[in-house]
């Protein structure tokens, strides 16, 4: 369950940073389609940018390179 959270954790920063879209608008999409009760952005903000940072490093280092710590700093502080 944490890595799959971490997934959607990592795409959607991912394609934030690439300028790709909105957070909150492909947070609420992500949300409808997933039929998700709290959003990956909910979660996250919970989380913190350092509490992100730190699970994508752990999942990096566990299952690869696709995890990326830096995206963290998508977050607002």
């Given at each position: 369950?944490r890595?799959?959270?971490?997934?959607?954790f990592?795409?959607?920063?991912?394609?934030?940073?690439k300028?790709l879209g909105?957070?909150?608008?492909m947070?609420?999409?992500?949300?409808?389609?997933?039929?998700?009760?709290?959003?990956?952005?909910?979660?996250m903000?919970?989380m913190g940018?350092?509490?992100?940072r730190?699970?994508?490093?752990?999942?990096?280092?566990?299952?690869?390179?696709r995890?990326?710590?830096?995206?963290?700093?998508?977050?607002?502080?």
């Amino acid at each position: 369950a944490r890595r799959l959270k971490a997934a959607l954790f990592n795409a959607l920063l991912f394609a934030a940073a690439k300028g790709l879209g909105d957070l909150e608008d492909m947070n609420r999409a992500v949300c409808d389609i997933l039929g998700m009760s709290r959003s990956p952005l909910e979660m996250m903000r919970e989380m913190g940018r350092d509490g992100v940072r730190k699970e994508l490093r752990r999942l990096s280092a566990e299952a690869g390179p696709r995890f990326q710590p830096a995206l963290a700093d998508v977050l607002e502080a």
